[in-house]
């Protein structure tokens, strides 16, 4: 069974400062993704990894994915007070690409404090 | 572009009561359809997902049926709610090797 574990669950930080959200995964997979949800509404897909050493890039946002570790990591470089959401990564099980659907972790819910 | 389209955006149903979802996609063909749960202050359950009209996968027995009579169509069903029931249901849709995007939700509470 593919389990999926995200820390910190809960983080509170300034604006300005720099922190990395972790996503460790049990099983062979190739195929990472990161959401936001903001409260009371659906999932905003950020970022699609599908490869091992992928790295994208938006904004004050990165995000990466090691294989071979089963870990991704999202980085939020000088924090702003409209990047509080709770932050979700999820795992596709590795099946040849098949439609299995994904697997979660249990959201960072990010605070950004002035 | 591709959309997808979920109703009701809420429902407030009473226990012992039948349930009807809605999810559509339009500007695509084929596609993976999922519905997920999310419980109040928890992550999201996988219910179902289908690859293809008439094909559901289960991946937790509950009270909950799937059905896609269209390719495009996708719809959660219960012929008798529980409070357990209650959550923010979420349709979402990929193609193979792709991203899965989610829909805006239908929030039902059970009363």
């Known amino acids: 069974e593919l389990k999926v574990e995200q820390n910190p669950l809960f983080l509170s930080m300034q604006e300005g400062k720099n922190y990395t959200i972790y996503c460790n995964y049990s099983t062979t997979s190739d195929r990472l993704y990161w959401y936001r949800q903001d409260p009371g509404k659906s999932l905003e897909s950020l970022f699609v990894l599908l490869s091992n050493g992928a790295v994208k890039q938006e904004g004050r946002l990165m995000a990466s994915l090691d294989t071979k570790a089963r870990l991704s990591t999202l980085h939020i470089t000088a924090a702003v007070h409209d990047l509080s959401a709770t932050y979700f990564c999820a795992v596709a099980p590795y099946s040849g690409g098949g439609a299995d659907g994904l697997t979660f972790g249990k959201g960072t819910h990010l605070i950004i404090q002035p | 572009s591709q959309t997808i389209h979920q109703w009701p955006a809420t429902l407030v149903q009473p226990v012992g009561s039948p349930l009807s979802l809605e999810c559509t996609v339009e500007g695509t063909s084929n596609p993976n359809l999922y519905w997920y749960r999310q419980a109040a202050g928890r992550g999201l359950q996988l219910l179902f997902y289908s690859v293809g009209i008439g094909q559901i996968s289960s991946e937790v027995p509950q009270n909950l049926s799937a059905s896609r009579p269209q390719d495009r169509q996708f719809i959660l069903s219960s012929k008798k709610l529980l409070l357990s029931d209650s959550g923010f249901y979420l349709c979402?849709?990929?193609?193979?090797?792709?991203?899965?995007?989610f829909g805006s939700g239908t929030r039902l509470t059970v009363v």
């Open positions: 979402a849709w990929s193609r193979t090797g792709d991203g899965y995007t």
